[in-house]
Nanobody
Framework: QVQLVESGGGLVQAGGSLRLSCVASGDVSDILVMGWYRQAPGKEREMIATITLYDIVDYGKGMKGRFRITRENAKNTVYLQMNSLKPEDTAVYYC????????WGPGTQVTVSS
């Protein structure tokens, strides 16, 4: 059993930046992969990026460049740095811990104004 809590979401103007954090607690052993996903209203959830315990990174389509995922294993924390934000980036952003099954955080709202 693992629990995830995201933070750092909020309202930002177009062109601005945000840094999201996700802290894992509980049974954090053997979490080999963590990731960030997002879901906008009326759209499917999409992968932003995943990162392994040993810093192998995979970015979703069109995500590499403006988004950067990092991980601090000692703190059981994963980050998402978001730059040059656009109104279409408005979505609920979710953290995930991936093993044989996926555990999701409750999500944090990111709203980008034009």
């Amino acid at each position: 059993q693992v629990q995830l809590v995201e933070s750092g979401g909020g309202l930002v103007q177009a062109g601005g930046s945000l840094r999201l954090s996700c802290v894992a607690s509980g049974d954090v052993s053997d979490i080999l992969v963590m990731g960030w996903y997002r879901q906008a209203p009326g759209k499917e959830r999409e992968m932003i990026a995943t990162i392994t315990l040993y810093d192998i990174v995979d970015y979703g389509k069109g995500m590499k460049g403006r988004f950067r995922i990092t991980r601090e294993n000692a703190k059981n924390t994963v980050y998402l740095q978001m730059n040059s934000l656009k109104p279409e980036d408005t979505a609920v952003y979710y953290c995930a811990a991936i093993r044989t099954t996926t555990t999701w955080g409750p999500g944090t709202q990111v709203t980008v104004s034009s």
